[in-house]
DNA sequence: GGGCGCATTGCAAGCGCGTGCAAATGCTGC
DNA sequence: GCAGCATTTGCACGCGCTTGCAATGCGCCC
């Protein structure tokens, strides 16, 4: 189709000598004289010659590529997470290649399956949830799998979660602290395993209190559903006066709703909480008192993992939990 | 290093024909009779089969990845074009790697190494700017490339802009008919060439209406730098009544710093203007009228000329413009 | 029945690379 | 000078795939 690139053979020529001299020479930890190495290498940087990956994939049995599957990516969490992973991909000289399954149900199947075609060393789930049959296949033929904040039973991949549950509880706490004691819980209807442990967790904590939880499911995890949801809930002749979001982009369309459309008070008449501490939430305009995704070590950790010699542990290691930190700003009283 | 994947070898061995009978089932277009086709197909559902999409590169000179090479990634306008990029190679039948230059200058050339030590088909840049040598290098190995949104006068790469001038042009319309004549143009030191070009476009419309306009830089394209831009500007003693903000990141941090900071009301006291429509614009904390960014049309174009025959045109052909609309909000007066 | 054209199939070469093995080289010590 | 050793080098094979070419089989028409 193209042009070919300019290969070892042609470098091999033009150094004087063989061809696994300049393998070698790419090869860290192999055996060639500085002279000759030397001689390639003047050869590789005049002719412009790199390495063919697919061809080293071809032999070593391993690509270097992790394949990514996201969906939402627009989105602010979601994109600082692909931002962190491939950064520290990059750094374990690996390379990230990314697949979108925003369009519809069973693409993550699909991409799956891209990711076995092109012999990616592992693939990275940040959304949506494989079929059980393809996960099977993916391990079966020695691809690594990681399940980010998706903690289904299912083992075989590495899993990292956060400590939805207990994080839900500190918010009950502070919500009570701050006199309140009409609570009520704004999710989406995505029903994704991480927000309905946090809505479980913030239930199960406020019947410790004695405290009920209204609870609203709405729509996709954005902005728009926060203020419809806002809608529902402080319509409400017992109108809430706590909600814990179960994401920022829900809490800053509830907070949005809540002082423009009611005219309510944030935090005097109303505490307000989220979760993943997006960028938005420290805007001056919203002020979000909300849980930071710990992204970067999300990321570490499965980076690490994929590095690491992990078939010790025949898939049947616990999910890694990470703790999310709370950070107070002033969308409930009493910081 | 791994347990292998399952070949062709394996599937022609199972289903009782030869190699190449695998190989052009999988080919479309290839000649096969229904007959073995069933039987491969049987065959490899059964293994698992995937075509190694590594060792087919390798043959046809043509790999199907396409590598994506951005900064800044955790932004909203930013992940929303990846989004788009990436989706539209996936309908086109191509892969997007990912590459992220966040790190430090120069990486934009490691990537683009990166990009030929996978045989990627194109390479798309979406940030940064490339070493001349290192274009050239790509370009004489048939690699494509893009450029989105930087419109530097070197020829090569196909290059995909918008009407920055022009639109700033709107601007200074929509300002003066708001009744407005202290104009000024808050940027950031990043020196892009678009963000230069509109700064350029906005001074030079003004002046044609004998306006003068105040233009203050500071920091990276993000939000604070909004608020420091906000706070430079806003304390001036001929403080502007109209700003037009490079970015919309900075309008929301100009917006309120305005607005909490100084008590400034928008746009009653002072009109806004931002660029790229990311979706915070949209908020109902800021409302902001803004030009819209096409990502979508954007995305197609650069994957279109990705599959055409674009040999035809030797590097010489101009870049293509694409127009922002501008959306109307109440950050101007008299929408 | 034989010759012809066509669709299908298998063979084998080759894409660019890594690597085991044996040959070659260099060096040391006697 | 030569045996003995360690280091370096080249050869050749194979990774999984595509594809040109020739061989095979089939149906058809004269």
């Avoid at 969906?71 to 692909?82: H, N």
């Avoid at 982009?249 to 008449?269: E, K, N, T, Y």
């Amino acid at each position: 189709m193209q042009k070919p690139f300019v290969s070892a053979q042609e470098v091999a020529e033009r150094a004087g000598v063989s061809r696994s001299a300049v393998s070698r020479t790419f090869t860290p930890g192999a055996s060639v004289s500085t002279e000759t190495r030397r001689k390639v290498m003047e050869a590789a940087e005049a002719l412009g010659y790199h390495v063919n990956h697919l061809a080293r994939g071809l032999m070593r049995n391993e690509s270097g590529i992790v394949c990514l599957i996201v969906s939402d990516m627009g989105t602010p969490y979601r994109s600082s997470l692909v931002r962190a992973v491939t950064q520290h991909l990059q750094d374990a000289g690996k390379i990230a290649m990314l697949v979108n399954t925003d369009r519809f149900d069973g693409s993550v199947d699909l991409a799956l399956r891209q990711a076995i075609r092109y012999r990616a060393d592992a693939s990275i789930i940040l959304s949506g949830m494989p079929d059980k049959s393809i996960t099977e296949l993916c391990l079966k033929n020695g691809q690594r799998l990681v399940l980010i904040n998706r903690d289904d039973a299912q083992p075989g991949p590495f899993r990292i979660n956060l400590d939805d549950a207990e994080a839900a509880g500190r918010v009950v706490t502070a919500f009570v602290r701050a006199g309140c004691r009409r609570l009520a819980f704004a999710n989406s209807q995505a029903g994704t395993p991480s927000l309905m442990a946090r809505e479980r967790g913030f239930i199960a904590a406020a019947k410790v209190l004695g405290l009920e939880v209204m609870v609203e499911r709405y729509g996709p995890t954005n902005y728009a559903s926060g203020r419809i949801l806002a809608q529902r809930l402080l319509t409400r002749r017992d109108r809430p006066d706590a909600v814990f979001c179960a994401t920022d982009l829900i809490a800053c369309g509830f907070l949005d709703a809540a002082r423009h459309d009611f005219a309510i008070s944030v935090p005097d008449q109303l505490c307000l909480a989220g979760f993943d501490d997006i960028e938005q939430a420290s805007w001056s305009s919203y002020q979000l008192t909300t849980f930071a995704q710990p992204v970067d070590a999300i990321a570490r950790e499965a980076v690490n993992w994929l590095g690491g010699d992990s078939i010790a542990d025949p898939a049947g290691s616990p999910p890694v939990r990470l703790h999310a930190d709370l950070v107070w700003r002033s969308s409930i009283r009493g910081a």
